[in-house]
């Protein structure tokens, strides 16, 4: 079948079941229904500390096809998803589906898994390193999903995602399972992409390296929803948890690129009290909120909130009182890890608080101004952070769909050309998210703005800025370029790029 | 001209090229090496043949490590490893 | 028009590939002390195959040459004059070496069949006998268009000390400016060349616009923001011209001779004032 954006899709996938083609980025909001959980009443006089991974596994009967979850605040420092496959590997089981909401090239243990059938299955919003080009190889059995942040969360609360046992990385976690981020060696801030994990899987172990006598608080995921609790050395490497401190871009090009990013956003007029806003923590989106830090001090501009993975630079708008409060699913540095500490105004949210289309609202349907990146990007504005031009997975959308659907003004910024490659493209190679939610796409030669917007075609019609069609700045591009041969793909699909609500975008096959 | 010796151009830092052409026995041969090269591996072989082409070389060993150079520094790498090499 | 002119080294293709979205009126593709002596060849050529191939907007195609003491300097010109760029930027310019060049441009743009004189030279004024011969290295070609400070040769060839404050280059910066409006041509003040200190390099464009300087030179794209904002006609100066010029020609109108603005007199220096300030604002996309 065809879905809406003219992909391509089987009907059926092994493995994965009957395919729901995407049928546009709004058509599926309706009235849902959440899973129910089934759980083990704990008694009093019960222990819930156990002395090891492998006695966690066996007190949850864990079983060969079982699905388990892992979230990823540790990012690449993260050592529980290698400890917990290992033991199951011992242990002798097969055909386990590893529902992790990112993995990264610390992970890369999992590929021997893969390859000796102890793991057939992957879910995860972001793949990158080893595993991620092991799976475009075609060695997983079945093919991988990858979801959205928010569509992961619906997932799991509507079923469609069971997950059998969760395991949670604790960086400070007492003997009745009462979690919270902030404490300890592997201090890592907000816990936002575990939490549907905590409320729906069947059981709940907490991992810790940081064992602490009951209560601790803040609590962040409470005892009601932790069945056992294991100890162990370390739950990561503090060095890959967090990245010491983000940094804006210096380089000429990027700069240039979050300047004119910038001054679309204040012609927009949507930069005025109240303003929402996120950004990514790569440079050139942290570029564009120092760009908008000053115009907002310029103009005595009172924002509302930021949102989304908050980086020291996001906390220091909102220390100097530009923001009014930080929603934060997850910290990227030791700065945005102490302020979710101490500033109550500094909100921590799960991530289907976050993205989630299928609950009473989500807060990215509250934001203003989304920046984002691209690995390509077509002359529909459909956006592929999925693959690389090579076709190898390396990446995924996170919250990038989510944010692009929920935010009035969705901006994509990037280079028009990367070591020789065009970013503007005729068709992506993988639709991540869909044209229709992107507003704007900034490069340094120029703007183009998604022609369904004539609101802001309208409004930035005397405007100096730069402003082309997107086919103009394709050709642009391929001036410099020339025009890249196709890159050719196997038949075996080797990944399921499901859009939030649970449809499938695109997929993708076999590296050739 | 003439490849006489051999000699390089270049340097492996991102956008450029990094060319060593050396003496061949039997015509123009060429080794390459890209970042791009599923999308523009032909492309950037054609540019070396055409450089080696329009400065009349017949028998160079041309072995190219490409970061994603546009045409115009391939072009300038190979001039410059090229005359580098003859003379 | 010159506010900024950007200097960016000759054998670094990211760097000049980037070079035309940065916002330099001027890129000066530097072939001489931005290129160790190894790859003056691989310069040379990658910055002519530059100009071939590369679309550099309406910025101004600049290249700084070896200096014509040695053989270097020969073969840039022979190399990069035959591609046309809009001018030779001139190292350590003395009368003699602007003679010769515009006689070797004028002998390749007959042979490539290019407008006699389309090839523009700006001298770099870096030695003490420069600065002091400047109005006759001005004079000594058609094809000079401005004049470019270079203070840090210049401060070592004067055997004194570089300072952030600048005052010991009042003297050059002044003569420069002087000769320059002399003769009509662009004076570009040397760089600043802390480029992380951005009110430092506030400070020494206004220094350098207060004597009559018309632009700087960038060794840093940061730089180029801050420059062009300095060397563009303020918003107060184009309200004032603007007021100025509708007063002229209300006077005009009623056939007054003389007419006064604000209560003072405006003569003809106030006036062509403002019809430059006009201009120049013309010139920069304000109005």
Known sequence: MINALGRNLPDYIEGYGKVKPFAGAFENYKEVVKSSVKLKSVKPGDDKVLSSIKEALLKCEIKD?????????????????NMVVDEIAKLGLKDIKVAASSIFPCHAPLVEHIKNGVV??????????????????????????????????????????????AFIASPACDTYGNINGVEGKS??????????????????????????????????????????IVEVEAIGDPKGIVSGTTRITKDPVGLKIAKLAAQLIE?????????????????????VAAFVKEMMKKNNIKGSFAAGGITGYIVEMFEEGLFRSLFDVQCFDLKAVESYKNNKAHQGMSSSMYGNPHNRGAVVNNLDVMILGATEIDTDFNVNVTTGSNGVIMGGSGGHSDTAAGSKLAIVVTQ?????????????????????TIDAVVT????????KRLDLLEKLKESKLPIFT???????????TGVPEKIEFEDKIVAIVEYRDGTVIDVVRQVR | MKIVRPAK?????????????????????????????????????????????ELEVDNALVVAKDRGALDYTIRARMETAIKRASE | MRRSMLFIPGNNPSMVQNSPILGADSIILDLEDAVSIDEKDAARHLVRNALLSLDFGDAEKVVRINSIATELGYDDIDCIARVKPDAILVPKASEDAIEEIDELLSTIEREEGFKLGSIKIIPLIETAFGLEDVFNIVKSSKRVKAVLLGAEDLTADMEIKRTKEGEEIFYARSRIVSVCKALKVDAIDTPFTDVNDFDGLLKDCEKAKLIGMTGKAAINPRQVDIINEVFSPSLDDLKWATRVIEAYEEAQREGKGVFSLDGKMVDAPILARAKNVIEKAKAVGLI
């Open chain 1, 65 to 81: 096809g079982y699905t388990i979850s892992f979230h990823h605040h540790l990012r690449n420092g993260d050592f529980v998803l």
């Open chain 1, 120 to 165: 057939t299955g992957i879910y995860a919003n972001y793949m990158s390193g080893p595993v991620a080009e092991a799976v475009s190889k075609g060695i997983l059995k079945y093919p991988a999903i990858m979801h959205t942040h928010g569509g992961r969360a619906r997932a799991i609360e509507s079923g469609d995602l069971h997950i059998d046992i």
């Open chain 1, 187 to 228: 201090a890592c801030g907000s816990l936002g992409y575990a939490i549907p994990d905590a409320m729906y899987a069947d059981r709940v172990v907490a991992i810790t390296d940081n064992l602490v006598p009951y209560p601790a608080c803040p609590i962040e995921i409470s005892q009601e929803y932790v069945d056992y």
């Open chain 1, 267 to 287: 012609e927009s007029g949507l930069l005025k009290d109240g303003f929402s806003f996120q950004t990514g923590a790569g440079g050139t989106s942290l570029a």
């Open chain 1, 416 to 436: 028009l050309t990367k070591a020789r490659l065009p970013i503007i493209v005729d068709r992506v190679t993988t639709v991540t998210t869909p044209g229709e």
């Open chain 1, 444 to 451: 340094e030669r120029g703007i183009a703005i998604n022609p």
């Open chain 1, 470 to 480: 997107i086919e103009e700045l394709k050709q642009m591009a391929e001036k410099m």
């Open chain 2, 9 to 53: 151009a270049g340097t492996m830092e991102s956008n450029d090229i990094y060319i060593m052409i050396y003496p061949n026995e039997n015509g123009n041969e060429i080794q390459l090496d890209s970042i791009v090269l599923k999308q523009f591996g032909k492309a950037i072989e054609r540019v070396i043949m055409d450089t080696l082409n």
